[in-house]
Nanobody, 127 residues
Framework: EVQLVESGGGLVQAGGSLRLSCAAS????????IGWFRQAPGKEREGVSC????????YYTDSVKGRFTISSDNAKNTVYLQMNTLKPEDTAVYYC????????????????????WGKGTLVTVSS
């Protein structure tokens, strides 16, 4: 059974940085798309950033472009989300998610959902 375990969340002041990590286990897919979603209180879950293992193609939602960077270490089955210049509106539970359905690439996966999910890590940005 695929397991995704997030770490790195916490409390940070506005303008600060955090790096989230997601370690995937029992992950035997040759190619996959993996990324980060978030859900703020009272809001729907949204895809933040995703990356394709096959070609490194990435997707970012508009609100994080230029501030967040997704990267992956395929040998370690780990994906990272470097979050800089954090804003209070970035406060949310951040979930790692993955799929082996590659049609549509990272954009489609990030905007239409994934098949495997972690339990989430809370990021709180204070003003």
């Amino acid at each position: 059974e695929v397991q995704l375990v997030e770490s790195g969340g916490g409390l940070v002041q506005a303008g600060g940085s955090l790096r989230l990590s997601c370690a995937a286990s029992e992950f035997d897919f040759d190619d996959y798309i993996i990324g980060w979603f978030r859900q703020a209180p009272g809001k729907e879950r949204e895809g933040v950033s995703c990356i394709s293992s096959s070609d490194g193609n990435t997707y970012y939602t508009d609100s994080v472009k230029g501030r967040f960077t997704i990267s992956s270490d395929n040998a370690k089955n780990t994906v990272y989300l470097q979050m800089n210049t954090l804003k209070p509106e970035d406060t949310a539970v951040y979930y790692c998610a993955a799929t082996d359905r590659l049609s549509g690439g990272s954009y489609h996966a990030c905007t239409h959902g994934m098949d495997y999910w972690g339990k989430g890590t809370l990021v709180t940005v204070s003003s």
